[in-house]
């Protein structure tokens, strides 16, 4: 789990530095960067959390016109039942595909979640696949979020495996 800030940073740089050396391919295809700014709502699937909140930036690398590399930063606010709230870091890359004219797309991320919560100090990895709609400016989409290390109340006992069911509302620009 520790290593995960370095594998993510890794990746980041060789990403970059892939796209600094072939910003224009043979096919004639401008690839560029897309800028997103998203607020997030949702439902926890477990107890005792009743509704998470947040918001997130997204950097998104045009592949292609269909195909899409995405790294996501932010943070998550999960509102617990007569106790302190619960607060995280999500930090993801993804991959993006396009169907349908280019509008409609499903993704995939996985990523670390770094709990912000004094009295928990753990981290978890995630998994988040969604799906959604997109135009130049607006991206809303309905997302899965799983947390493998987070806390959770199964049949009246502690447990692992937060489950967040969440909508994405962003507004995209390029840079």
Known sequence: MKN?????????????TNIAFAQKSSDGYNRNFKYGVGLNSGLPLNDPYDFIIGGDLRVQYNVSET????????YNNLFVKDEVDFGYIPI??????????????????IGGAFSTTKTYD?????FSPSIGYAT????????????????????????N???????????????
């Open 4 to 16: 995960i800030p370095k594998i993510l940073t890794l990746l980041c740089v060789i990403c970059l």
């Open 67 to 74: 195909y899409s590399l995405c790294l996501t930063a932010g």
């Open 92 to 109: 993801k890359i993804g991959y993006k595909t396009f169907i349908f004219k280019n509008e409609f797309y499903v993704m995939g991320e």
């Open 122 to 126: 753990y981290n978890s990895m995630m």
């Open 136 to 159: 130049k400016y607006v991206d809303i989409s309905l997302r899965y979020e799983f947390l493998k290390d987070f806390p959770i109340i199964k049949d009246h006992e502690m447990d």
């Open 161 to 175: 495996g937060l489950a967040n069911l969440m909508i994405r509302f962003a507004y995209g620009f390029d840079f």
